[in-house]
């Protein structure tokens, strides 16, 4: 207030004003252009203090300040700081000016019955030492405490008697750096033996940075006058009147403006640092945190704008910003303590956190609520309370609770998830365990620990029974692509093994009719046949297992496909819905368009068996949306009627509800990875569902489709390729022991009396071998290549009783070459 009105009468009368213990932000805010602030503003140490906040980690801190404009200056600062670093300020404890010890201690103990243990203290060295001597006696200086003073207080702590700092034992200060030179020493000396001079009864007197400031203050306004030359301070009366003030009868100064002006291009190294008044400030310095230890303190660490948290202001391996907490020296807590406080604590009043569950009539697996009216006690079960009291006893400290069912006087439900969910904003439960899925429009007013089991919300809806009753269902097994390969396949195959088995094998000769049944229906005498052959049956046993096995699948899996398969198609049809009752799936729905006379809510596992039978038509629904874990549960009893269908909608998993800024969600986010990662979360698993999620008569997946021919080329690639070595080898084998004779024709059954003229019958007599009917006599040749000397060739008959003449001897002369044995080597006059 003195500094404000002094401030405003020099902007009246164009006087320069210059501070050097007027350090609250708040003054820059009146925009004078005559206040010079020869001093470090208090705005520029709260980046320090917010990197000693996050260095730790902690998440909550409670700021303790004076309520004046020098205590209430600086909080707007310090919250965006700590706001930037996603620390939270439950709290702000202002203590009057006038306050006295009672009244401090009552604000402290009103500390004490919250979580919060960190403690920004921001007020005169006067009021903070009695502040920190009754903390003492509250017992607030013990261990688990933090305490953390800004620069006012630390800047003048060696002028805090020493009986008062014993009891600040373990703070931590931000306090102005001053780099030590023997010109501050020299200086210092000087001060003191004038000090000494003219108030000999005060003892062991210390200059501090505000004495520093004030030397270069006066410096700095010396230095200006030489410049501007002023040698006389005059001022231009105002017109007089009757109604003037002594304070306005001042007039205003000639030579203020030009002083101001020399203000402002002052620049020079004083005893403090650098010297610079271009802002009408000193700019943001160096700060050093120490620890408070006994009657003295230790550095451990300093702040710089550029670099952070850093050990040693020399440094030069640090380049980067940093807020690493091992840049910071070793450092005693309150409480004597070497241990790092976790920041927050259980209050010690025997309060307990009142934990909110849901009150529920079906799917009791998960959370279940059971009345005694014989004890009047409450008990709560289930897989996510069994969950929840493992995480809670996973943590490294005793947290005490009670579970609180979210129902009215009657038994019932007091409300939705969403609704028991906002108590926890209200602050009326500490916490909510059950299965409550994450959501992105909950978490605006609560925060979720890290998910203890996957989630999602899901479709089930009725099986149909289709495949099985059409007539063409035996050809959907294999693709059309496959059938056509196959056909194809069969024909080239049996070609390849005739062509194989005609020369050589009675059995596949004949009428052409009679021919294209023989590949697969007689013996082959030849390997090459028999290997080709080989590779086919293996070929054709595997497509016919394969055929057996997705036939099997289109009969017997099909069955499975569901009623309907997509959300839009219940919405465009109209078909009632059905969701649990309570559940936050509701708000889900109406987001999803569903209209809100279509969806019907159940309470239990039956009655959405009950609602899914009945169908959409007569009274039911077509399909009920829920939860993965509810929907595994209702499947887990019905899964020979329904089917899980798609996920219309994605969760991030069930978690447990804190309020926002809890410091308890990081805890036990880490607690509930410890838990679900061991064998503590199969143990809750098999005890609450085991296979009650399980479906035990069917597979809860449709079919697959139809078998391609992707699936089995490379089948047909080998039988092909076997096919067509054989064909090879068996024409080079030929053309090999065949080669250089004559090939000769011989039609199949061609009647020789249609091809040689009629010979006598005299002749006929000279063949034995002859039948006795004449009808049946005829040239007989079997149709195939027969070549010259082949003494595989069997013998020609001619039985025409009609064969005379040269005829006759043209006949004996074919079968002479046909078997050159009877008459010796053939040689090129009678083969010709």
């Not at 004003?17 to 709260?46: G, W």
């Not at 999602?456 to 009753?469: L, Q, S």
């Not at 198609?569 to 569903?594: A, C, P, T």
């Not at 607690?671 to 999620?693: F, H, Q, S, Y």
Request: proline share 4%.
């Amino acid at each position: 207030m003195q500094a404000n009105f002094v401030i405003d009468l020099g902007n009246k009368t164009h006087v320069p004003i210059i501070s050097f213990s007027a350090t609250s932000p708040s003054l820059t805010s009146l925009q004078s252009p005559y206040f010079f602030r020869a001093a470090v503003n208090d705005s520029s140490q709260v980046k320090a203090i917010s990197a000693i906040i996050q260095a730790f980690g902690w998440r909550e801190v409670v700021p303790i300040y004076i309520d004046n404009e020098y205590g209430q200056g600086i909080i707007p600062f310090l919250i965006d700081a700590l706001q930037d670093i996603d620390a939270r300020v439950p709290y702000r404890s202002v203590i009057p000016t006038s306050a006295s010890d009672d009244q401090i201690g009552q604000e402290l103990y009103k500390l004490t019955t919250m979580q919060t243990r960190v403690f920004i203290v921001h007020m005169s060295a006067n009021l903070s030492s009695r502040l920190f001597t009754k903390a003492k006696e509250i017992g607030m200086m013990s261990e688990g405490f933090v305490w953390i003073m800004t620069s006012g207080i630390t800047n003048s702590i060696r002028s805090i008697e020493s009986s008062t700092r014993v009891s600040m034992h373990g703070v931590l200060g931000v306090r102005t750096y001053v780099r030590e030179t023997t010109e501050i020493e020299n200086f210092i000396i000087r001060w003191k033996t004038n000090f000494q001079q003219e108030n000999p009864t005060i003892l062991n007197s210390e200059l501090n940075v505000i004495g520093l400031w004030a030397y270069d203050a006066a410096s700095a306004l010396a230095s200006a006058v030489e410049k501007v030359g002023i040698t006389n301070f005059s001022f231009e009366k105002t017109a007089a009147s009757s109604y003037l003030t002594d304070l306005e009868t001042i007039g205003v100064s000639q030579n203020g403006p030009k002083l101001r002006e020399a203000l402002w291009a002052t620049r020079f190294r004083g005893l403090a640092g650098e010297v610079s008044l271009h802002n009408g400030q000193l700019q943001s310095s160096t700060f050093e945190i120490i620890n408070v230890n006994g009657n003295g303190e230790r550095k451990i660490a300093f702040w710089t704008p550029k670099l952070g948290l850093i050990r040693k202001l020399d440094s030069a391996n640090t380049s980067t910003y940093s807020i690493s907490k091992k840049n910071l020296g070793p450092i005693i807590w309150p409480g004597d303590s070497i241990s790092i406080p976790k920041g927050w604590e259980i209050p010690q009043t025997g309060k307990k956190l009142r934990i909110g569950v849901p009150v529920k009539e079906g799917f009791s697996e998960l959370v279940k609520v059971t009345h005694d009216p014989s004890t009047n006690k409450t008990q709560v079960t289930g897989y996510s309370i069994d969950v929840f009291n493992a995480v809670m006893g996973a943590l490294p400290y005793a947290v005490s609770y009670e579970f609180i069912p979210f129902e009215k006087a009657n038994g019932e439900t007091a409300g939705t998830y969403n609704d028991l969910v906002y108590q926890v904003y209200l602050g009326n439960f500490d916490a909510v365990a059950g299965d409550i899925s994450i959501t992105a429009n909950i978490s605006n007013f609560v925060d979720f620990t890290l998910p203890y089991k996957e989630s999602g919300v899901t479709m089930v809806v009725p099986i149909k029974d289709k495949e099985r009753n059409n007539a063409w269902v035996f050809l959907k097994p294999l693709s059309w692509q496959l059938w056509i390969t196959s056909g194809c396949f069969f024909v080239f195959i049996g070609f390849v093994v005739w062509v194989l088995e005609h020369r050589i094998n009675e059995e596949f000769r004949g009428p052409l009719s009679h021919e294209i049944g023989q590949a697969y229906g007689e013996t082959v005498v030849s390997n090459l046949a028999r290997f080709v052959v080989i590779i086919w049956v293996f070929v054709v046993l595997i497509l016919t297992q394969s055929y057996t096995a997705s036939l099997a699948s289109f009969l017997t899996v099909q069955q499975l496909q569901p009623a309907v398969t997509d959300v839009n198609q219940l919405i465009k049809r109209g078909d009632y819905v059905g969701y649990q009752k309570g559940s936050y799936v509701l708000g889900i729905l109406k987001e999803m368009n569903f209209d809100e006379s279509k969806l019907k809510a159940y309470k239990s596992i039956d009655e959405c068996d009950e609602l899914l039978s009945k169908g959409s038509a007569n009274g039911g629904i077509a399909a009920a949306i829920d939860g993965v874990l509810s929907m595994n549960l209702f499947l887990g009893k019905y899964c020979s009627k329904y089917i899980m269908v798609g996920s219309p909608y994605k969760t991030y998993g069930l978690g447990f509800v804190f309020p926002i800024g809890s410091p308890l969600v990081s805890d036990v986010s880490r607690a509930v990875l410890n838990v679900t990662e061991g064998e503590k979360m199969k143990e809750i698993e098999k005890a609450w569902l085991g296979d009650r999620t399980r479906c035990p008569n069917s597979n809860t997946q449709a079919s697959s489709g139809s078998l391609t021919l992707d699936c089995f080329w490379g089948l047909f690639l080998i039988a092909g390729i076997a096919s067509l070595l054989a064909l090879m080898i068996s024409v080079s084998m030929f053309l090999y022991k065949e080669r250089g004779q004559i090939l000769i024709w011989a039609p199949q059954e061609e009647s020789y009396s249609d091809s040689v003229p009629s010979i006598g019958a005299s002749h006929a007599s000279t063949n034995t071998n002859c039948p006795p009917s004449p009808s049946s006599c005829s040239v007989h040749m079997e149709p195939h290549f027969t070549f010259l000397g082949d003494s595989r060739t069997p013998s020609i008959e001619y039985c025409h009783p009609n064969l005379h003449g040269q005829e006759f001897l043209l006949a004996q002369a074919i079968e002479q070459i046909g078997h050159p044995n009877q008459d010796g080597p053939r040689t090129a006059e009678n083969s010709s």
